[in-house]
Nanobody
Framework: QVQLVESGGGLVQAGGSLRVSCTAS????????IGWFRQAPGKEREFVAT????????AYADSVKGRFTISRDNAKNTSYLQMNSLRPEDTALYYC????????????????WGQGTQVTVSS
């Protein structure tokens, strides 16, 4: 089992930047792929970004490509999501998740989830 804790959410104006973090504990972190997902009130949870265990492969949702960057520091058991040029439609609860199955955009693939961190973007 892996425990994941997100942090770094907050309130930011449109056009601003924010970095959220996901720190893992409980089991070896380095061999897990990490995904970031978000869920706004009244909407389904959606894929945002993912990174494989080595950090050599990444994928992004079209809505965030060019604005968001996913990274990881295995020595710190942490994944980061750098969010730039934020828009009001980015407002959501952001979750990180882990899987041993490799890089994936599918929610069902991920075995472990954090509690989420709130990101609110004002206009």
């Amino acid at each position: 089992q892996v425990q994941l804790v997100e942090s770094g959410g907050g309130l930011v104006q449109a056009g601003g930047s924010l970095r959220v973090s996901c720190t893992a504990s409980g089991r070896t972190f380095s061999r897990y792929s990490i995904g970031w997902f978000r869920q706004a009130p009244g909407k389904e949870r959606e894929f945002v970004a993912t990174i494989n265990w080595s950090g050599g492969s990444t994928a992004y949702a079209d809505s965030v490509k060019g604005r968001f960057t996913i990274s990881r520091d295995n020595a710190k058991n942490t994944s980061y999501l750098q969010m730039n040029s934020l828009r009001p439609e980015d407002t959501a609860l952001y979750y990180c998740a882990a899987t041993q199955r490799g890089l994936s955009t599918k929610i069902a693939v991920y075995d472990y989830w954090g509690q989420g961190t709130q990101v609110t973007v004002s206009s």
